[in-house]
Structures are given as structure tokens and as C-alpha cells.
């Protein structure tokens, strides 16, 4: 199994107040990893969550979230972005919007565009293997991927 964490879950898991969801969050994600399943996300990802971290921090210095962040970068792989996945990521775009099917503002960057493409390429790359993008949001996602909130991914 590999799961792939988007912006929304990444964004529990750096909440500094380890409580309620963000407590049960993080015991999600160590006792997947203490079973061996393949975690990751993507730096798009990061993006969005450290961009709303650093704003935070400016006008709430004792915010930690980057902190947390910064912890989670190094206990599970972030895939880059690069122009390969960019290009499938445009393909993806174009033939949702060819059918109708707007996933963001045309002009926006369209993020949950660019995880699909990764999905895909993570399914390309590892055939067989079941590969499942958590998130809180499963609506846009699961057009493009298996997408399920994080709560109900289970190894």
C-alpha cells in the first residue's frame, strides 16, 4: 500500500495543538508508518500548508506549525515537481476541462490537478500495488485518483 497525504491531512498533522483530530491524525499516520506502508506527499503540498504557516507565524509568533512541518519532511518522501509531471498534470487538466469538468478556477494553479498527476505516476510506477491519496476533501480528488479521507485508510 502507498498513501499519498494531500495539503488538507498535511495541514492537521502540522496543527501545534496535538488534540482531538490532530492528535488522532497523528497516530494515523506513525502506526501506518510502524507497519511498514509507504507514506508521501508531494511539494506542491508543502506549498500550500507552509505558505499558511508562515503567515500564521506573522501574526502569531509562537506558532510552531512550521516546526512540525519541517519534522514531518523527514519521516516521509516528498515528491518533486517537475516537468514530466507537469506535463501530465496539463494533460489531466485539459481533458477534465474538454468534458466539463472544472476542478478549479481556469486561471488558479489548480493543486488537486498536479496530486492526481503524481497519483498516476505513482500507479505507473508501481503496478499492483494498491495506492490511495488521504485527504479531507474526497469530492475533486476521486475523479482523477482512489482517493479516501484519512480517517477510513485502514492497512
Not at 103 to 108: F, G, L, N, R, V
Not at 121 to 130: A, Q
Amino acid at each position: 500500500m502507498i498513501i499519498f497525504i494531500d495539503s488538507g491531512v498535511l495541514g492537521i498533522l502540522t496543527n501545534p495543538y496535538k488534540f482531538g483530530e490532530a492528535r488522532d491524525c497523528e497516530h494515523w499516520l506513525y502506526t501506518l508508518l510502524s507497519q511498514g506502508v509507504y507514506i508521501c506527499s508531494s511539494d506542491i503540498c508543502d506549498f500550500e500548508v507552509r505558505r499558511g504557516l508562515v503567515l500564521a507565524l506573522q501574526n502569531k509568533p509562537k506558532f510552531s506549525g512550521i516546526q512540525n512541518l519541517d519534522e514531518i519532511r523527514d519521516i516521509i518522501d516528498f515528491l518533486a515537481i517537475d516537468s514530466v509531471l507537469l506535463r501530465k498534470a496539463a494533460d489531466l487538466w485539459a481533458s477534465a476541462r474538454s468534458q466539463g469538468i472544472p476542478t478549479a478556477d481556469q486561471k488558479s494553479l489548480d493543486v488537486d490537478i498536479i496530486i492526481s498527476a503524481h497519483w498516476q505516476m505513482l500507479t505507473d510506477n508501481f503496478p499492483g500495488r494498491y495506492i490511495v491519496v488521504a485527504t479531507t476533501n474526497v469530492k475533486h480528488l476521486s475523479r482523477f485518483t482512489e482517493a479516501k479521507v484519512w480517517k477510513d485508510i485502514k492497512f
